[in-house]
């Protein structure tokens, strides 16, 4: 056999040969970003590529391979299990079950009425109170959460945006009325606000204050909090709402650096934030696409710190992610197949090179997961780690003709869409415009009339139906909206009320001069402010935005 022959003449010779016999499946032969993969690759696909200048080495720049240089072999993926539900006593006793199951940090759910930051006693609240997360409306209930939790050994993650600097605070409080030092505590905000607005819709005020209170912890964070992730900039809730993979990672990136653009116009110094930066990932279903988004992601981050922002800090270039499965993916039908969606998500993320990793429960489409379905969760990632062997080298399927090609086109198509955006005047511009709603909205489209025409199989719903198996599912007692209503007036009957006005006062006058608002934002909370009395003082400053009609 001629060694030499170009693959062109296997297509014609071979692969043709072959349709002749055996013809293609009439199933969608594309990613979920509708990339077309060809048949088969081999070095002729790589022809220009450049080992040195797309690879490198692991914990080297440009980081596609990881950030780190021994990857798994030194240090697993942190194992942090989503986590809230019900009341902070509730919470707090999950979590202390996982951390007893081997998790390694935590992540806190919290409940859409203190998303939304409405104490849990407003009438919007009512019905909503400890539904999809738990409910936090004062440091009181901040106290409980992590009671008997030592948070200078383990880290946390508060998934929380509009809100996020009142939370932070309450964090922050409770940690120091225990006596722990906040130059040891670790852990991550979400506090990703123009996600918001592009995908998730749980905003309060318009996007420039908005961004503004994000910058805010930019800027007093590494004074205080210095081993803290200001941030966690979210492509996660960007797929849920039915992105492409691509899209996902060029909206999310867009966003970063959305953020970086903002902090150099307050004058803060790109290598004392950069390096608190920290990002979000889905894991779905695409297997070796998902794979390449995250080595992409790592690749367009390192050389934009860089080359166009001038970073020095190796640590400014680094992408550092969590990875969380597809919740979006999980079926209401046969849920118990959601096991093996979850374990080859999550494999992905791991071959990846994520930093982190939440696994979701099996039972996630019908109700928040019960105790054992959080665990079979957690295991999963334990299988991963242990069992299969892909930590023993970093980016194993590095050098992949395929990986490679397919790495090359997603960081092609996403720099085409950030360079779209810059031209529309960024993210806040693009926002305005309605330009990721319509993006967002064409792709979902497409995705669902592929699924109705079974170009795509999801297995259970559209193909291989039967009745399944029921499962468990959690529900949440009733009775915690009126606890909740019963702390918060204990709450307001004990705390000083001068020591309460004051600091809301001084949260106000912060807003309305521009200055920076985490430390009101911390006295409000020592001075058991709700969550609600610090969100009614800034929307009386900032207004509340309402999304404009797309027509």
């Avoid at 016999?21 to 048949?39: F, G, N, Q, V, W």
């Avoid at 992590?146 to 940690?175: C, D, K, R």
């Avoid at 990703?192 to 930019?218: H, N, R």
Wanted: net charge negative; hydrophobic share 40%.
């Amino acid at each position: 056999m001629d060694k030499a022959r170009p693959k062109h003449a296997w297509m014609r010779e071979t692969y043709q040969k072959s349709l002749e016999k055996m013809p293609e499946r009439p199933l969608a032969h594309k990613t979920l970003s509708d990339i077309a993969p060809e048949p088969l690759y081999t070095p002729e696909d790589l022809k220009d590529f450049n080992y040195h200048e797309k690879l490198g080495y692991p914990g080297e720049y440009p980081y596609t391979r990881g950030v780190y240089g021994s990857m798994y072999r030194s240090k697993l993926w942190t194992m942090r299990m989503f986590a809230g539900f019900g009341s902070a006593e509730q919470t707090n006793e999950r979590f202390k079950k996982l951390l007893d199951a081997g998790q390694h940090g935590l992540s806190t759910a919290f409940d859409l009425p203190t998303l939304m930051g409405y104490d849990s006693d407003h009438p919007l609240s009512r019905g909503e109170v400890g539904k999809c997360g738990v409910a936090v409306s004062s440091l009181a209930d901040m106290e409980i959460l992590f009671q008997g939790i030592n948070l200078e050994e383990v880290t946390t993650s508060m998934t929380i945006n509009s809100p996020a600097n009142a939370i932070w605070a309450m964090y922050l409080a409770a940690a120091r009325k225990k006596g722990y030092s906040w130059e040891k505590l670790g852990g991550t905000i979400q506090n990703d606000i123009l996600k918001e607005f592009i995908a998730q819709k749980e905003f309060i005020f318009p996007p420039e204050p908005s961004v503004k209170l994000v910058i805010d912890t930019f800027e007093w964070g590494p004074k205080n909090t210095p081993k803290w992730n200001f941030i966690s900039v979210s492509g996660y809730h960007i797929r849920e709402a039915g992105s492409t993979a691509v899209q996902e990672l060029a909206f999310t990136l867009a966003d970063g650096l959305e953020y970086v653009d903002y902090s150099l116009k307050r004058g803060l110094d790109i290598d004392e934030f950069a390096p608190r930066i920290s990002f979000f990932f889905n894991a779905h279903n695409d297997f070796f696409e998902e794979i390449a988004k995250f080595r992409a992601a790592r690749r367009i981050w390192a050389r934009e710190m860089k080359e166009r922002y001038r970073a020095k800090n190796p640590a400014s270039w680094m992408l550092r992610t969590h990875a969380q499965t597809a919740g979006v993916s999980l079926t209401a039908q046969q849920p118990l197949t959601n096991i093996s969606r979850v374990a080859i998500q999550a494999l992905a993320a791991v071959l990846g090179g994520t930093n982190s990793l939440h696994t979701d429960a099996h039972d996630e489409a019908l109700a928040l997961p019960t105790e054992e379905s959080a665990k079979i969760a957690l295991r999963t990632q334990q299988i991963i780690a242990y069992e299969t062997g892909v930590t023993h080298t970093a980016d194993p399927l590095a050098g992949s003709y395929y990986v490679e090609w397919l790495t090359d086109e997603m960081e092609k198509q996403a720099l085409a869409v950030i360079d779209e955006i810059r031209r529309m005047g960024g993210v806040v511009k693009a926002i305005d415009q309605g330009y990721f709603l319509r993006e967002i909205a064409d792709a979902s489209y497409q995705y669902q009339r592929e699924v109705e025409r079974k170009e795509r199989i999801i297995v259970g719903v559209n193909e291989f139906r039967d009745e399944g198996l029921e499962v468990p599912i959690q529900l949440i007692d009733p009775t915690v909206e009126r606890t909740q209503s019963e702390r918060l007036a204990k709450v307001r009957r004990e705390r000083d009320p001068k020591k309460v006005k004051d600091a809301l006062a001084g949260l106000e006058k912060a807003a309305k001069l521009g200055q920076n608002t985490m430390p009101h934002f911390v006295d409000c909370a020592l001075a058991y402010a709700t969550l609600g009395e610090m969100m009614d003082t800034l929307r009386a400053v900032y207004g509340v935005y309402q999304e404009p009609v797309l027509v």
